[in-house]
């Protein structure tokens, strides 16, 4: 192998090692969202959460964050959620963008979070309807 595509395949390898990496950080939230289960959500949320549902925003303590994430799977029962892309910012920010599906409604799901410890914790969240 010439060194051109040694060099090729190992940017390849590294891209692709780092984007599963990104995709597990997200694995339990996903999983949770998936789930529609606001009380496994919570355990990935940080002290304080920014929380969007269709241009509703604010910002709520841990608690509180529950009860809203509670009322809503209530209103919008999943019937599936998955991950489309995730991606980080300059600053180390990480990011997830997914579709959750709830009956007949659509929603867009941006999910950021910050590193804490040895863990990464949900700083934003938002769900817009498509």
Not at 17 to 43: H, N
């Amino acid at each position: 192998m010439n060194t051109k595509k040694w060099v090729y395949t190992i940017v390849l390898l590294l891209a692709a090692l780092s984007a599963k990496a990104q995709g597990d950080i997200f694995a339990p939230m996903r999983d949770a969202l998936k789930a529609g289960s606001a009380k496994e959500l919570v355990k990935y949320v940080n002290q304080s959460v920014e929380i969007n549902v269709e241009g509703d925003i604010n910002t709520y303590s841990k608690a509180q964050a529950e009860f809203v994430l509670r009322d809503f799977f209530k209103k919008y029962p999943v019937t599936d959620f998955s991950i489309s892309h995730t991606g980080s910012s300059k600053s180390g920010l990480q990011y997830a963008i997914g579709t959750y599906k709830s009956n007949n409604n659509q929603l867009t799901v941006l999910i950021r979070v910050k590193q804490s410890g040895n863990t990464h914790l949900i700083h934003e969240i938002s769900f817009v309807k498509e």
